[in-house]
């Protein structure tokens, strides 16, 4: 089983930056994916950005340009740079690790854009 605890939320003004943390309990080199979530109030789970272990990273189209995926295979962490942050990327943000069959959450970091 792989435990995910993510840090680096925070409250920050619009234009503004955050770099989310997630550290893994294992070896990143053996999940398969690694991506961030979020969920604002009232609103389903979206993805935002994912990793794969080859390197290959995926965005929503809504922060393309503005966010970037990376990883510290030695540090067994994922990150996510945050910046020219919107009102609209308020929410709870996740880390989830797909490995094998299996999809494993963190608990969660909050993010809040103020204007």
């Known amino acids: 089983q792989v435990q995910l605890v993510e840090s680096g939320g925070g409250l920050v003004q619009a234009g503004g930056s955050l770099r989310l943390s997630c550290a893994a309990s294992e070896s990143i080199s053996r999940i398969n994916i690694l991506g961030w979530y979020r969920q604002a109030p009232g609103k389903q789970r979206e993805l935002v950005a994912g990793i794969s272990s080859g390197g290959r990273t995926n965005y929503a189209d809504s922060v393309k340009g503005r966010f970037t995926i990376s990883s510290d295979n030695a540090k067994n962490t994922v990150y996510l740079q945050m910046n020219s942050l919107q009102v609209e990327d308020t929410a709870v943000y996740y880390c989830?690790?797909?490995?094998?069959?299996?999809?494993?959450w963190g608990q969660g970091t909050q993010v809040t854009v103020s204007s």
């Open positions: 989830k690790a797909h490995k094998l069959l299996y999809d494993y």
